[in-house]
């Protein structure tokens, strides 16, 4: 009975865990552990399961305790490849299973302590002609869809 009032009062007075909306953003992580957050759009893209070995095996030669969140958001097919090459690059995965989770990332590698990285986007990971983004579609002029030029 003592311990079904704990939880109760624990519940009532909110969240225990430190800064739980910047760990909501992240997958589950603190912001100064992030190495490398990948956007819902480009996780879901096949051209970065592609490159996500390679960027792997790279950070894994700076940050040895490598750890992957994999949003729940994500395909349920792009979800288990993640989950497989993480293993196989021999980093921690995690598929976060957060309902209150509001984040904008489909996956994000950390390390177990705060690092000093100077991008964590996924773009600072890629070789110079290789860009991860939706694609855009030209806008016609009123004169070219009139003339068909």
């Known amino acids: 009975m003592e311990h079904l009032d704990k939880k109760i009062l ?5 969240e225990r865990r ?5 760990q909501r953003i ?6 100064e552990r992030v190495i490398l957050a990948i ?18 095996a790279q950070l894994k ?6 750890s992957v969140k994999i949003s ?5 097919n792009h979800q288990m490849t993640y989950l497989k090459l993480s293993q196989q690059a021999k980093a921690t995965a995690t598929i976060v299973n957060e309902t209150t989770a509001k984040s904008p990332y ?6 177990d302590r705060a690092v000093t990285v100077s991008s964590t986007d996924l773009s600072a990971y890629l ?23």
């Open 10 to 14: 624990e519940a009532s007075a909110g």
């Open 18 to 22: 430190l800064n739980p909306d910047q």
């Open 26 to 31: 992240y997958l589950g992580t603190f912001a």
């Open 39 to 56: 956007e819902e759009e480009q996780a879901d893209q096949d051209l970065t399961l592609d490159v996500f070995p390679q960027i792997l």
């Open 61 to 66: 030669g700076d940050f040895p305790n490598l």
């Open 72 to 76: 729940p958001k994500l395909t349920l």
């Open 106 to 111: 489909g996956i994000v590698v950390h390390h």
């Open 127 to 149: 070789p110079e002609k290789t860009a991860i983004a939706p694609e855009q579609t030209q806008k016609k002029s009123f004169f070219k869809k009139l003339f068909g030029h």
